[in-house]
């Protein structure tokens, strides 16, 4: 498939191009304009949308750009308390305007008079939106945002001195590779001390966004936060029954491969037992993949896989290499973790990461990229509640790029190396399967037992790691076991945001399935369901990348049967 790219414009008569998006002065007259405009007609509407669309753009780029420098400057505190006066400024006027905006939408006369199959998905969402806003809600989750950048600025401060250097803990991540396993023991005890220095502090946070998520709730007059948050995130295909079926699905099937997986490892280490510096070696002994050194190789190499894969793509990614649009390895006073963000008024992507050099950080660029391609590829669409898909759906865009990427490993690696790299792959696929069955059931818990303890809520999760762990021995670790849970930062900064992980996982096996079988074939429906963005129901979008919205155990026992097989084809 041949992409086509459209030069859009940065401007619109009723939003300049140079408005300062995070400057309620500016924005905020236009926005009183929209809500004062007079709408006689469907048309009337149609240019609302429009017009609100570049306005929109304005304020998330401006939002976007100050959370991805806060990111990247952690330990800034001019930049921090930019970041904090949009926050605490912008947001609650922001909220509340488009709140006004989305009812007076909603219950114009004319909506009905819109192409429902063009308007159908912005239109219910925003009734959802309306449905679930309350005034008092703004204030707390302004609240909710400020401990996320306080546990943000926690983990970028943590730093650990390991053989003579300062170390971030992301830069610790190639010990774990290491054949030496006394450095493996004496790195992992390192990290998790470090981690539990600060664990006082983390629950602190927890609880106060526990109480906080439980009052917005109960504002709403809903049973639960978890019932808040499957109506904040339009999760209207699936309920918490259909993930709970997943839960099972992965208990039953992803869990015993799993378990094979370390026995097989436990026994070519001939080890008694495994320990949780076990899992990230090679377990023929042999020298941790290297794939690249810095920035510069690691972008070079992904632009020939991507190349490779579709000259379309290809030229895609190569448009990221300007424009500051990458900030990839990992430093002091930087936050962890990885993502793509959208600055919505240019329209390029930004990704950041924290590369160190190990083989992860290649999969993590793919991954990464796979979004960008999705945003680049639904750029052109006018309205920007249809430039972002359901997460359900964004996250196959990523999975799918990692796995289609198996070909063009050799890029980075040897044959033989490339042959280690996809073996590790697919077996961390069904480990991130069990990971994410364990978040997200202890997201379930966490919000339908509103009044837990801290006691009760690490006991709980130790149980979850009974039932989807691997088979490892904490013996001596109980308490870095207990609070393993804080080194995820869905849980405090975006709350249920987990389950998509899964469901995509699976829908990017169906994609990898299908590019074995035709690749040409899986790319095209790729980038053409790619190009919807937003504007269709999940289960369609899906179904426009040849793909089958299911996530129940039939599924996920199909799917992995052809992870085990393939297993069985590689070399050790």
Known sequence: MTTTMI????????????????????????????LDRPLKCKGCLEGLFLDRSELDAAVGQSYSTLYIEMTRH???????????????????????????????????PFVDDLDQDRYGVMLRDMDADVKLFREENIAIEVEDTKLG?????ICGD???EFQGEERTLPQMAPFMQENDRSVREEAFRLVAARRLQDAERMDEIFDRMISIRNTKADNADLDDYREWAFRSKHR???????CQDFHRGIREHA????????????????????????????????????PFNGQDELVAGASRIFDRMDPALGALFDTMKEGDSLDLESRKGKAPGGYQSDRERVRRPFIFMNAAGVMRDVDTMIHEAGHAFHS??????????????????????SMSMELIAHPFLDEFLTEEEAGRARRQHLEGVVSTLCWVATIDAFQHWLYTHPHHTQDQRDIYWLELQGLYGPDVAWDGLDQERAKMWQRQLHLFEVPFYYIEYGIAQLGALQMWLMYREDPSRAIELYQSALSLGGSKPLPELFEAAGLVFDFGPVTVARLLAEVEAELAQLPA
């Not at 209207?236 to 259909?242: A, G, L, V």
Request: hydrophobic fraction near 40%; proline fraction near 7%; charge should be negative.
């Open 7 to 34: 030069q859009y414009p940065t401007a619109t008569d009723f939003a300049r191009a140079d408005i300062d998006g995070a400057d309620w002065s500016q924005v905020g007259p236009l926005y009183q304009a929209l």
């Open 74 to 108: 952690t330990d800034d505190e001019d930049i921090k308390a930019e970041f904090l006066k949009f926050v605490e400024d912008m947001e609650p006027k922001i909220k509340d305007i488009s709140f006004q905006l989305d009812r007076r939408i909603v219950q114009c």
């Open 149 to 153: 950048q306080q546990y943000a600025e």
């Open 158 to 160: 943590m730093m650990v």
């Open 236 to 242: 209207f295909d699936y309920t918490p029954e259909t």
């Open 255 to 290: 869990v015993p491969l799993m378990h094979a997986m370390n026995r097989s490892r436990r026994e070519s280490m001939g080890l008694d037992v495994l320990r949780p510096w076990d899992l990230d070696v090679d377990p023929l002994d042999r020298s941790p993949l290297r």
């Open 376 to 397: 680049m590829l639904a750029r052109d669409e006018p309205l920007l509640s249809y430039r972002h898909s359901p997460i359900e759906f964004a996250e196959v865009a």
